[in-house]
C-alpha cells in the first residue's frame, strides 16, 4: 500500500538563511589561520579546500529540496491533478527547475575556480580567488531567491493535506453544496469537519474512516460542486472533480430534497447528469437527505420523475459493471439531524464496494494462482440420524436465573427516572451500608446533643478516669519492680540500692510523661530561653539536692557537668605532677632536656631562631644567619622561574594577534 506522506519534506530556507548557512558551516569546518610565509602548494590547498566544501554543500541542500519534493509524473495521477489544481504544474516545475540549473551552475563556478587556484602565484592571489568563487555562488543562490519563498509556501500547503491513499477503500460524498455531506461524515466517522448553514464551507478534501466488517474504510467529504462548464470552475470545486476522475471508490451522490440548500431538485439533478461520466465503473448511490423536513413521498410528480431518472442511471451504471438490474441499494433516504437512516446508507455503499471489489478480483489473471492454494472441506453426513446439540440442563437452569436477574434488578438510572429524573432524584448513598439491622440505615444521625456539638464531646470525667489509668499503671509498675530480680555486677541489691532504683525508675517515668505533654502541646507553647527559666529546673545545685535525697554522692556528677559546660578558651593546660616528681629525682642533665621538651605543649609554634639539639647549630646567632644566606640564594632561582600549572593566572584580555593593526574596510563581525 502506497502512502504519501508530504510533512516530511525538509523546510526550504530563503535566499539569505541559504547563504548563511552555508558560509557558516564553511567557516567552523574548515581551517582558519594561514600564513604568508607557507609555502605556495600549502596556499593553494587550503583555499582549494575552502571553495570545494562550499560547493559540496550547496549541492548536497539544493540536491535535498529537488529529491524531497514529488515529481508530477511518478506519483498517482490523483495527487499529480490535485497538484496541479493548487499550485499549477508549470510553475512548480519551473521551480524545481531553477534549483536544478543553479545547482548545475554553482558545480561548474567551483570546477573553474579551483582550475584556476592551482596556478596562484600568492596569497593575496589565492585569496581573491575563494572571495570571487564564493562570492559567484551566493550570488546564484540569490538568484533563485523567488523560486526557494514559491516551494517553501507549497511545502507548507503539502503539509496540511490530508493523508489519501489511492488504492485502498474509499467512499467518496459529492454533491451541491450545504446538501448534508459533512454532517454524514461526522456521524459516520471521527473526522471533526466544520458545519455552517452557507455554501462553501468545505473548502478542501477532509478524510475519516470507519469500519464494516472488520475492515477499515477511507471516507472523503469534498467541497460542493456546482452546475456550471468545466472551464468556469474554481480550485474548490476542482478538488472534487479530480477525486472523482481518478480514486477507485463508492460515489454517494447527495440530493437534498427539501430545497433548503438553496438548490431546487431540477438543478441538483441537471448536476448529476453533466458529471456522470465520472461515476463510471464505480458503485453508485443516491442518498436522499433531509427526510425530517420533506418525505421523498411528498414530493411533486415532476420532482420524483427527476429523481427517478437519477435512480435509472444508477442501475445502469450498475448493469454496465456486469452486475444484475437490481434497483435495492441504490436510492437510499435518510436525515442526519435525527440520525434515521445513517448507518444503513454507510452499509449499503460498504458493500456495494466489497461486492464490487471481489468481482474484479475474482476476473484478475490471479485468482487462479490464489485458488489453487485454498481447499474447502466439506464433511459428507454417514447416517440420516440427527444429532442435535446438547446443553446441560444445569447450564440452560442458571442461564435463565442470570436472565431474569438481570430483568428484576433495578440500576440507579431506573430508580432516577421514576423519580423526577435528573436534578430531582437524590440517589441515597446509606442504602449500602453495613448495619446489624437495615431499619437503622436510614436513621438521622444528631449533630447536636444536649446543647453540645456531637463531634467535639468530651466526656467529663475523663481526667479522673486519667487518674485512675495512671495510678493503676504506677501499682503494676511497683509490682513489677518488686517481683523482677536485681542483679548488677553478679551481686544482689540491698532493700536500701532498691529503694533508691524504684525511686529513679519512678523519677524517669514522670520526666517521660512530663516531655509527652510537652511535646503534645509543642506547637502552641512559646520556647523560653535557659537563661529565663525562672523555675530553675536544670540546675547543678537542683541536681546535687535530688542525688542526696536519694542517697548517692553528687560531688563527681557536678564536677562533670560544669567541667562540660566551662569554655576552655584561654586555660592554660596543667602541667602533670607525676611528671614533675619524676623530674625533681632525676639528676641527670640530659634526662630533664628530654622530659621538658616531651612535657612542651605541642600546640606552641618553635620560634625560627631556636635551636634544635642534633642540628649542628651552635646558637640562634648563627641559625638566624643561616637562613638569610638561603634565603638569598633562592632568590635568583625564583626570579628565573616560569608560570606552573598550579600558580595563579593573570589571563591577556586583549591578545595582540586579534587587536593588532589596522582593521579592513567592510564589516568587522568574522564568520
Known amino acids: 500500500m502506497v502512502q504519501y506522506n508530504f510533512k516530511k519534506i525538509t523546510v526550504v530556507p530563503s535566499g539569505k538563511e541559504f547563504v548563511d548557512i552555508i558560509l557558516s558551516r564553511t567557516q567552523r ?24 566544501f562550499t560547493q559540496q554543500n550547496f549541492h548536497e541542500k539544493l540536491s535535498t529540496i529537488i529529491e524531497e519534493f514529488p515529481r508530477l509524473d511518478d506519483i498517482h495521477p490523483f495527487y499529480g491533478d490535485l497538484l496541479h489544481v493548487l499550485y499549477n504544474k508549470d510553475h512548480y516545475k519551473l ?19 579551483v582550475r584556476l587556484l592551482k596556478y596562484g602565484d600568492s596569497l593575496y592571489r589565492c585569496k581573491c580567488l575563494k572571495v ?32 489519501i491513499d489511492p488504492n485502498t477503500r474509499t467512499i467518496l460524498i459529492c454533491g451541491y453544496p450545504n446538501v448534508g455531506k459533512s454532517s454524514f461524515i461526522n456521524k459516520i466517522t471521527r473526522a471533526d ?30 467541497p460542493g460542486i456546482l452546475d456550471r462548464p468545466f472551464e ?17 471508490s463508492a460515489v454517494l451522490f447527495f440530493l437534498d430534497i427539501s430545497g433548503s440548500c438553496g438548490y431546487s431538485i431540477a438543478q441538483q439533478a441537471a448536476l448529476f447528469h453533466s458529471i456522470k461520466s465520472l461515476f463510471m465503473n464505480k458503485p453508485l448511490i443516491i442518498v436522499c437527505n433531509k427526510i425530517d423536513l420533506q418525505p421523498l413521498d411528498g414530493l411533486s410528480e415532476e420532482d420524483m420523475k427527476l429523481v427517478m431518472e437519477m435512480k435509472t442511471e444508477a442501475i445502469k451504471a450498475v448493469v454496465a ?32 464496494l466489497l461486492n464490487q471489489r471481489v468481482e474484479m478480483k475474482m476476473k484478475s489473471k490471479k485468482i487462479n494462482d490464489c485458488l489453487n492454494r485454498f481447499h474447502v472441506a466439506i464433511p459428507k453426513p454417514r447416517d440420516n440420524k440427527e444429532r442435535p446439540t446438547c446443553i446441560p440442563q444445569a447450564v440452560l437452569e442458571a442461564r435463565a436465573k442470570e436472565s431474569k436477574e438481570r430483568e428484576n434488578r433495578k440500576l440507579e438510572r431506573d430508580l432516577e427516572n421514576e423519580n423526577g429524573g435528573a436534578g430531582v432524584y437524590s440517589a441515597s448513598l446509606k442504602k449500602h451500608y453495613i448495619l446489624a439491622s437495615d431499619e437503622w440505615k436510614e436513621d438521622i444521625m444528631p449533630e447536636i446533643l444536649d446543647g453540645h456539638n456531637v463531634y467535639d464531646f468530651v466526656d467529663p470525667d475523663i481526667l479522673q478516669r486519667l487518674e485512675e489509668l495512671e495510678r493503676e499503671e ?48 509543642a506547637e502552641s507553647r512559646p520556647t523560653i530561653p535557659r537563661k529565663f527559666d525562672k523555675d530553675r529546673k536544670f540546675t547543678t545545685e537542683r541536681m546535687g539536692r535530688q542525688l542526696s ?57 618553635r620560634p625560627p631562631g631556636e635551636v634544635i639539639p642534633g642540628e649542628g647549630l651552635k646558637d640562634s646567632a648563627q641559625k638566624l644567619k643561616a637562613i638569610k644566606i638561603k634565603k638569598k640564594s633562592e632568590k635568583v632561582r625564583n626570579k628565573a622561574a616560569r608560570r606552573g600549572e598550579a600558580d595563579r593566572v593573570i589571563p591577556n584580555l586583549k591578545p595582540k594577534h586579534l587587536f593588532s593593526g589596522k582593521r579592513s574596510i567592510g564589516k568587522t563581525q568574522r564568520r
Open 29 to 52: 569546518q574548515t581551517p582558519t589561520v594561514v600564513h604568508k610565509g607557507y609555502a605556495i602548494s600549502r596556499l593553494r590547498q587550503f583555499y582549494m579546500r575552502k571553495v570545494r
Open 95 to 113: 521551480a524545481l527547475g531553477q534549483i536544478n540549473t543553479a545547482r548545475n551552475i554553482i558545480g561548474k563556478i567551483a570546477k573553474d575556480y
Open 132 to 163: 570571487a568563487a564564493l562570492g559567484r555562488m551566493c550570488t546564484v543562490i540569490k538568484r533563485i531567491g523567488p523560486s526557494l519563498a514559491y516551494l517553501e509556501q507549497i511545502r507548507q500547503h503539502m503539509a496540511r493535506l490530508p493523508s
Open 193 to 222: 469537519v466544520d458545519v455552517q448553514p452557507y455554501a462553501f464551507t468545505t473548502k478542501s478534501l477532509f478524510v475519516g474512516h470507519t469500519d464494516y466488517k472488520y475492515l477499515r474504510y477511507q471516507v472523503i467529504d469534498t
Open 232 to 248: 468556469d470552475r474554481n480550485i474548490i470545486e476542482m478538488c472534487s472533480i479530480t477525486a472523482l476522475a481518478h480514486l477507485r
Open 321 to 352: 459493471q456486469g452486475g444484475e438490474p437490481n434497483d435495492e441499494g441504490v436510492l437510499v433516504t435518510m436525515s442526519t439531524l435525527t440520525d434515521d437512516g445513517v448507518i444503513s446508507v454507510k452499509n449499503a455503499a460498504c458493500e456495494r
Open 474 to 521: 504506677g501499682l503494676r509498675l511497683e509490682a513489677e519492680s518488686n517481683e523482677a530480680e536485681f542483679e548488677i555486677d553478679g551481686k544482689e541489691l540491698t532493700p536500701e540500692e532498691r529503694e533508691a532504683l524504684a525511686e529513679i525508675r519512678k523519677k524517669k517515668s514522670l520526666l517521660i510523661q512530663e516531655h509527652r505533654i510537652k511535646k503534645s502541646t
Open 549 to 605: 535525697s536519694l542517697g548517692l554522692d553528687p560531688s563527681s556528677a557536678i564536677y562533670r557537668a560544669r567541667s562540660r559546660s566551662v569554655s576552655r578558651k584561654g586555660q592554660k593546660r596543667d602541667r602533670s605532677f607525676a611528671r614533675d616528681a619524676e623530674a625533681m629525682d632525676i639528676d641527670d642533665e640530659r634526662k630533664s632536656k628530654k622530659l621538658r621538651l616531651r612535657s612542651r605543649s605541642r600546640s606552641c609554634s
